[in-house]
């Protein structure tokens, strides 16, 4: 099929997305970039007449009535319009635990189900339940995925928020009946109000269970997630006029809201079959634009709007595959190294070998294989010296510094390097962590990397949303490359 033979299906998405913890725009601070540094400066306080203009535009519907006619409503966990609104925020440390686990349990599998021989199904790694400080809430435990969709399922209609991910390989919605048997899952999908949703039994195509008996219902088992549930297909209506019909989803079982899933369910946008990109029309090719602040509103663009740019301010990646089945549905791109400052780190040769550096929305902070964190903390501290460090660290990270008080810094920028000589610059917002929002940079300020403590044997990098703020990361699959944009939102 030609772009040009679809063109007219295409449709684009515009989303208002809402940060969480990390946007500023009660800004108190301005920045400009000297080559690969940042210099962040105080700026006068804002006048109050600002600050109620900031407020007001927070409302839920201030950003629905934003929204053009063939505009998707999205929602960020923290945005008036979500159901997890006013719910406590997590912490950085709580996000750096819950991320470590689901990339130890996601790839643990895949390497034990890598040399297990294919006759002796590898055992399933116990569930683990991961400590959420912050939050009284249970629906975080299946990741991080703070950037959110709403979309609809169904006919008629019924619209839930959902999160993005690239991770997870399959669409997830909670569905009633609540496996209590109750009434009180919502927000969750009632399947008898459907006309057009069925059930996938065993033995079609869409199932992928193979241990299932003919007649029944395809079943979902997921013992990373201890998610259960069955394959479903309905009506996926992502805007007024772009419908999926037969979408294949899972139907997750739940008793209540604070059960494993968060929000309604997840949306799957990754190389899968059935993910939503490679549903829609025309080449699988999607975009989106995470924002760091509730002033910038972000997007996500589907369909033909969503190639790759030769512009010079696109940096590229390619797009490459590491030879593991199982992880054929994620996104994984050739970096072959990383700069601090506009100096080479002495990372060594061959440490993102094999294409193992994921590209990731359903985790937040970028995590290094050791050999390749050590370097970037080391330089950076360097880079740093003038600074007071703050030992040990502070909510999970190891490099950090207290600004209070100073009304000049200067930061060096991290670049990541492609196997074509490409480089993605990113900025202070993309790679520092600060605590507290509204002072920025002059507060308690982290170096926003972790070490990868278990990457299975096939991970060496997992590039993490926090990364990707204010970028738009293009996916051009059929052009085999990933496109960086920077300042997009
Ligand atoms: C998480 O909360 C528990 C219980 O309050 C506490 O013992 C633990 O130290 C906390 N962990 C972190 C990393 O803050
Ligand atoms: C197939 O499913 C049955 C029932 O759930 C289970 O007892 C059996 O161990 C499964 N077989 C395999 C090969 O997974
Ligand atoms: C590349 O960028 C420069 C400015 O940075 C601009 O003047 C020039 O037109 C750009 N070239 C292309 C091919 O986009
Ligand atoms: C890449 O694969 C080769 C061969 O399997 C292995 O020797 C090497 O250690 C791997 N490198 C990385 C970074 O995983
Ligand atoms: C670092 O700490 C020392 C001792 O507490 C203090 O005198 C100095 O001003 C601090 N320097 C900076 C840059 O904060
Ligand atoms: C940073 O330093 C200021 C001033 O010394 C202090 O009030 C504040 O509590 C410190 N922040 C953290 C997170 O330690």
Same mark, same amino acid.
């Given at each position: 099929?030609?772009?040009?033979?679809?063109?007219?299906?295409?449709?684009?998405?515009?989303?208002?997305?809402?940060?969480?913890?990390?946007?500023?725009?009660?800004?108190?601070h301005?920045?400009?970039?000297?080559?690969?540094?940042?210099?962040?400066? @105080?700026?006068?306080?804002?006048?109050? $007449?600002? #600050?109620?203009?900031?407020?007001?535009?927070?409302?839920?519907?201030?950003?629905?009535n934003?929204?053009?006619?063939?505009?998707? !409503?999205?929602v960020?966990?923290? #945005?008036?319009?979500?159901?997890?609104?006013?719910?406590?925020?997590?912490?950085?440390?709580?996000?750096?635990?819950?991320?470590?686990?689901?990339?130890?349990?996601?790839?643990?599998?895949?390497?034990? $189900?890598?040399?297990?021989?294919?006759?002796?199904?590898?055992?399933?790694?116990? !569930?683990?339940?991961?400590?959420?400080?912050?939050?009284?809430?249970?629906?975080?435990?299946?990741?991080?995925?703070?950037?959110?969709?709403?979309? #609809?399922?169904?006919?008629?209609?019924?619209?839930?928020?959902?999160?993005?991910?690239?991770?997870?390989?399959?669409?997830?919605?909670?569905? @009633? !009946?609540?496996?209590?048997?109750?009434?009180?899952?919502?927000?969750?999908?009632?399947t008898?109000?459907?006309?057009?949703?069925?059930?996938?039994?065993?033995?079609?195509?869409d199932?992928?269970?193979?241990?299932?008996?003919?007649?029944?219902?395809?079943?979902?088992?997921?013992?990373?997630?201890?998610?259960?549930?069955? =394959?479903?297909?309905?009506?996926?209506t992502?805007?007024?006029?772009?419908?999926?019909?037969?979408?294949?989803?899972?139907?997750?079982?739940?008793?209540?809201?604070?059960d494993?899933?968060?929000?309604?369910?997840?949306?799957?946008?990754?190389?899968?079959?059935?993910?939503?990109?490679?549903?829609?029309?025309? /080449?699988?090719?999607?975009?989106?634009?995470? /924002?760091?602040?509730?002033?910038?509103?972000g997007?996500?663009?589907?369909?033909?709007?969503?190639?790759?740019?030769?512009?010079?301010?696109?940096?590229?990646?390619?797009?490459?595959?590491?030879?593991?089945?199982?992880?054929?549905?994620?996104?994984?791109?050739d970096?072959?190294?990383?700069?601090?400052?506009?100096?080479?780190?002495?990372?060594?040769?061959?440490?993102?070998?094999?294409?193992?550096?994921?590209?990731?929305? *359903?985790?937040?902070?970028?995590?290094?294989?050791?050999?390749?964190?050590?370097?970037l903390?080391?330089?950076?501290?360097?880079?740093?010296?003038?600074?007071?460090?703050?030992? /040990?660290?502070?909510?999970?990270?190891?490099?950090?510094?207290?600004?209070?008080?100073?009304?000049?810094?200067?930061?060096?920028?991290?670049? =990541? @390097?492609?196997?074509?000589?490409?480089?993605?610059?990113?900025? *202070?917002?993309?790679?520092?962590?600060?605590?507290?929002?509204?002072?920025?940079?002059?507060?308690?300020?982290?170096? $926003?990397?972790?070490?990868? @403590?278990d990457? *299975?044997?096939?991970?060496s $990098?997992?590039?993490?949303?926090?990364?990707?703020?204010?970028?738009?990361?293009?996916?051009?699959?059929?052009?085999?490359?990933?496109?960086?944009?920077?300042? #997009?939102?």
């Open positions: 099929m030609t772009p040009s033979s679809v063109a007219f299906l295409f449709f684009c998405v515009l989303i208002i997305l809402l940060p969480a913890q990390h946007g500023h725009a009660a800004s108190s301005a920045s400009y970039k000297l080559g690969s540094r940042q210099i962040f400066f @105080k700026t006068p306080s804002k006048s109050p $007449a600002n #600050s109620k203009q900031a407020s007001t535009a927070t409302t839920c519907s201030s950003f629905a934003g929204l053009a006619n063939n505009k998707l !409503p999205v960020h966990r923290q #945005s008036p319009c979500s159901p997890l609104h006013g719910l406590p925020s997590l912490t950085a440390a709580d996000v750096l635990r819950r991320d470590t686990s689901l990339i130890r349990r996601r790839f643990a599998l895949q390497s034990s $189900a890598v040399s297990a021989p294919a006759s002796a199904p590898a055992p399933s790694p116990a !569930p683990t339940i991961i400590p959420v400080n912050g939050s009284s809430d249970g629906r975080t435990l299946t990741g991080a995925l703070d950037y959110s969709v709403l979309v #609809s399922y169904g006919t008629p209609e019924q619209q839930f928020p959902v999160f993005l991910d690239t991770f997870l390989d399959v669409s997830l919605l909670r569905c @009633k !009946p609540c496996a209590s048997g109750s009434n009180s899952c919502d927000p969750a999908f009632d008898s109000r459907s006309t057009t949703f069925t059930n996938v039994p065993c033995g079609s195509p199932c992928p269970t193979t241990n299932c008996s003919g007649g029944s219902v395809c079943p979902y088992d997921n013992p990373i997630f201890s998610i259960e549930g069955a =394959f479903a297909q309905d009506v996926l992502v805007a007024p006029s772009a419908a999926v019909h037969d979408f294949t989803f899972v139907c997750v079982d739940v008793d209540h809201p604070s494993d899933m968060p929000e309604a369910g997840i949306l799957d946008l990754s190389r899968d079959r059935n993910s939503l990109p490679s549903r829609l029309p025309g /080449p699988a090719t999607f975009s989106y634009c995470l /924002p760091h602040s509730p002033s910038s509103p997007f996500l663009s589907l369909g033909g709007d969503a190639t790759v740019g030769e512009d010079n301010r696109t940096s590229h990646a390619p797009l490459v595959s590491n030879g593991h089945p199982e992880l054929a549905n994620m996104y994984f791109i970096l072959v190294g990383m700069s601090l400052g506009g100096d080479d780190l002495p990372i060594p040769t061959g440490t993102f070998g094999n294409a193992s550096t994921l590209l990731n929305v *359903g985790t937040t902070f970028t995590m290094l294989a050791p050999d390749a964190y050590t370097p903390r080391d330089a950076f501290q360097e880079e740093m010296a003038q600074y007071n460090r703050s030992s /040990p660290g502070f909510a999970g990270f190891d490099t950090c510094y207290n600004f209070t008080g100073l009304d000049v810094i200067q930061v060096p920028l991290v670049e =990541f @390097k492609f196997g074509n000589g490409e480089s993605f610059l990113i900025d *202070g917002d993309q790679m520092l962590y600060f605590d507290d929002p509204a002072v920025g940079p002059f507060g308690m300020t982290c170096l $926003a990397f972790s070490a990868l @403590k990457g *299975g044997g096939v991970l $990098a997992v590039i993490g949303s926090y990364t990707q703020v204010s970028t738009e990361v293009v996916y051009d699959v059929a052009a085999g490359k990933v496109g960086f944009i920077p300042g #997009s939102c």
